[in-house]
């Protein structure tokens, strides 16, 4: 079982669609991530937020619109997204870091398809 | 930027055969972690290397961190069918940034 959960597990969504992907977790961690992955790739960074701060932000378009309510949650909104947006939205959280990065614990992910 | 290979890209094996997969990146490294990421499912954190020459061991796996701290590997001895999946290295590139490597995908053949 996953402590970081991810919902929803699968969606699709036309091109003017607005939706919102979710992440949980209650690890007591800090930081939080989104990463996208397409098939057969790594998962590529998208977003961090450490202490419910946006720290990096890896020129991704605004029509991914990244939110971090609490240290509990954080929440991805999709706006007027392509077909190659097309993939599975990983989120993951960390302990702070200290003198080096910390493990990462991912989620289950979503996989958006976008017609 | 920085790259972050792993070779091979794919590996096949006969189950009961060993595995390695080689991470090598194009800077000097301040550490480095290993996932496996099951087909269909997600990364998973297996290891974190920090010392130059580190060897570090679980079970069948064995994971190293080059002595000039710029490439390591994970090496798996007698391979089962749980091994299947991706294997990917992961490298920072500043506080919470995470690079993957390309990863590996092994195979196993009962």
């Known amino acids: 079982d996953t402590e970081v959960t991810q919902t929803p597990k699968h969606l699709v969504m036309g091109m003017t669609n607005k939706k919102s992907l979710k992440c949980e977790q209650h690890m007591g961690h800090r930081a939080m991530y989104w990463y996208k992955q397409k098939a057969k790739k790594p998962p590529e960074l998208m977003f961090v937020?450490?202490?419910?701060?946006?720290?990096i932000n890896e020129s991704v378009p605004s029509r991914f619109s990244p939110e971090c309510p609490n240290s509990s949650l954080l929440n991805l909104h999709l706006h007027a997204l392509q077909p190659e947006d097309s993939a599975l939205y990983l989120c993951a959280s960390s302990p702070v870091a200290g003198p080096y990065n910390q493990p990462q614990h991912f989620g289950d992910g979503t996989r958006l398809s976008i017609l | 930027g920085q790259q972050v290979m792993q070779i091979p890209q794919y590996q096949h094996v006969q189950e009961g055969e060993d595995f390695t997969t080689y991470c090598n990146s194009s800077?000097?490294?301040?550490?480095i972690q290993w996932y496996k990421q099951r087909p269909g499912g997600h990364p998973v954190f297996l290891i974190q290397?920090?010392?130059?020459?580190e060897v570090k061991k679980q079970k069948r796996l064995t994971f190293q961190f080059g002595e000039a701290k710029k490439n390591s590997s994970l090496h798996i001895t007698a391979t089962q069918t749980t091994d299947v999946g991706t294997y990917f290295c992961a490298v920072t590139s500043g506080t919470y940034k995470y690079i993957f490597g390309t990863g590996t995908r092994l195979k196993v053949l009962a």
């Open positions: 800077t000097t490294l301040s550490n």
């Open positions: 290397l920090v010392k130059s020459g």
């Open positions: 937020y450490s202490y419910e701060k946006l720290s």
